[in-house]
């Protein structure tokens, strides 16, 4: 990384906001996927139709996916982390946009 006196405004911003989104901790590369199953229980709502609801993460590795179940109590938490993973790599593909250019422009 470029000394931050040499980066752009746009730099600067874009690594600022990464620095301020880490430093919490709370970055989780995932998916969220919810799911609706019925119980098995004869007496139970989702036998018409009202189905059980969780949430799951979804994520690929090693080139295998993999899910896990999200407890309710950690559900919001959670999808913050998601989203901070999101915006984290937005910034990212900007400041690498930023990047390719400056090299383009014999700026570095």
């Known amino acids: 990384m470029r000394k ?7 730099e600067k911003k874009a690594v600022s906001r990464i620095h301020w989104l880490i430093k919490d901790g709370g970055v989780l590369r995932a998916s969220l996927v919810e799911m609706k199953r019925k119980c098995g229980n004869k ?3 989702c036998v ?4 059980h609801e969780s949430l799951y993460l979804s994520q ?5 996916p993999r899910m896990l179940y999200v ?3 950690l559900e919001e938490k959670v999808k913050e982390w ?9 910034l990212l593909d900007r ?4 990047n390719w250019n400056n090299i383009k ?3 570095v």
């Open 95 to 98: 400041l690498s946009g930023i």
């Open 82 to 90: 998601v989203k901070r993973n999101k915006e984290i790599k937005k």
């Open 48 to 51: 018409k139709g009202k189905l």
């Open 4 to 10: 931050r006196l040499k980066m752009s405004a746009e």
């Open 60 to 64: 690929s590795k090693n080139g295998k």
């Open 105 to 107: 422009e014999r700026k």
């Open 43 to 45: 007496n139970c709502r």
């Open 71 to 73: 407890p309710v109590e």
